[in-house]
């Protein structure tokens, strides 16, 4: 429950111009560890903004479902089922950046509805256990924290009004449920976060654990492939029937949208970006500085701290000493100044400077001359002098800037124009007209970005768009850049085939095939469970897999310490040894594989325990590792006291109720 608490919030809308959205992405994947969850806590006054989902109003009613406008009641306050609905929905936003291609079915049918309403639950029961006792979360505080987000500052880097009613708009946000959001984040660091920090375990308890990391295991497993047990024939009507009504949600299809789109780029402004005659002279006269005469110069400059002392060395160099011989026998040190002009040595030192080190030929050295630093002389290394430009000499190189200039500009302003234009209705049609644009329509894709049907992926110019694009109504026309910045996509959804149940009858073959694998599934699980009395009964679990009429592979023999697993990764360590790992002695289970890999019979024979040394790393690492767990435990208890206190009551009638509306069933 801790973990969902903070990880499971949705994510707002996604969108090209938003990319202060990389920062929400990044705290939700980071708080679905408990490792990863401990080491946040410490920044939950940053991030309470992430909980803006959780925050739509609890005083609307749902439109006359049954069973009232509350889906459960904590202490006094309500929890409604308008609320309840959004929040499944915004669930389903998340679980399809995830999967582009889950469903409101496949969620509700994971407990995603119980799973999403609990945690309402625990959130109105964390403020109100925090107010009755005391805590609070003024204004103030909610604005320092507000002034933390990122999105929310401008180029100064200070917090911008602007800059966060654009952070509110890109993500349908009002300012009240930001505040709301970090309220509850501030109770959370308050109440939950004194409880659990810096958990520690007793040392007799740290040991023990890591002598389970020198335990080692012996046994075998049996694999009972489903396909083993597969039924060759068809079903008969009767039957396909019966199995397609019964595993309806096995065959959703997900849903689809048919884009029409149109690019352009600068090619679209025509000759607007060509400069005019009057153009070229005013941008001639104004940067008038760029196109005059320039003397640049570069030196070996020093700076001595008398002028006797400057006007001895001068001398030396000037007699044949080399300048850092020269600065070297006076303990000083020479810096180089490459491609100087006048200005550049007049603002860092002085007009005596300027005049010395520019009245000096090539190769010769300055006279000195003093600034607010010492006194300067330098070897004139370089002198490159460039004659005067004219209108006529210079034209080429204005042309080119303000081509580019106007081209960028240009651009901007058409883009801006029509983003205006389809927010005030206008249609995808009349401009690809009016711009002379190729329009083209795609086939009907998925979120996944493959087209429906098929393994081909969907056009990849649509690619940047695609998230937005299933985000936004039938008949609504967007416009967006292209990764390269300099290329604009024009779209609509021209038509969006929503997420259903397939007809048995356009799947009939596909049916087909999952009841052969559902038939072989099971019937593989009967033989795991022959397989296993047989063992229980005394039997080996080489001879128990004979002894079954299918040509079942021997069982294969494992053996393996926790320090070996801990080596593979967590990810890597297959399903059975898991379990194998978590079997008493002497024991036998058997365990569903994935997919299509049927059942596996986990022997475990026994049981050994090597030494464990006095300093041994193993001990330090399971006293941080348990620690993490028993402070995520302290969490859920002191979270489920706070719910037991304050009292909570479901609505079973209303709860249903809001499962039918979001599946599309009649109440």
Known sequence: MIGRLLSEVARPKVHEKARSQAMLTFFRNFFKTKIGLAIALAFLALIGFAFASMDVSNTGTFGGVAGGDSVAVVGDAKIGTAELNQAVNDALAQARQENPEATMQTLLAEGGLDRVLDDLITRYALMDWGESNGLRAGTNLV?????????ARGPSGEFDTDAYNAFLRTNSLTDSQIRQQIRTSLYFQQSIFPAIYGAQIPESIARTYARSFKERRRGAIATIPASLFAPDGDPTDA??????????TRFVRPERRVIRYATFDSAALGDSVEPTDAEVAAFYRENAGDFAAREARSFTQLIVPTREGAEAIASRVRAGESFAQAAA???????ELDDQERSNILSAASAGVAD???SAAQGEVTTPARSSLGWHIARVRAVDTQPAQSLAQARAGIEETL???KRQRGIAELAVSIEDRLADGASLTSIV???DLELQTSPAITAAGRVYGTSNEAPAILGSVLDYAFQIDEGDSEIGALPDQQTFLIYEVADIAPSAVAPLAQIRDEVIAEWRRVRGDQAAEAAANRILKRVEGGQDLAAAVAAEEAAIRPPQPVNYSREELARLGSTRVPAPIALLFGMAEGSVKKLEGTGDQGWFVVDLEDITLEDLEENDPLIAQARTQVGQSWGNEYAEQMLAAMRAELGVERNAEAIAAVRRQLLGESN
Request: aromatic letters at 12%.
């Open 356 to 358: 010395a080190y520019f």
């Open 239 to 248: 039957q396909l029937s019966e199995f397609y009504t019964e595993n309806r």
């Open 433 to 435: 007209e009016e711009l």
């Open 329 to 335: 026998s006076a303990g000083l040190r020479t810096t």
């Open 403 to 405: 081509r580019e200039t």
């Open 143 to 151: 604005n320092s924290e507000i002034r933390q987000i990122p999105a």
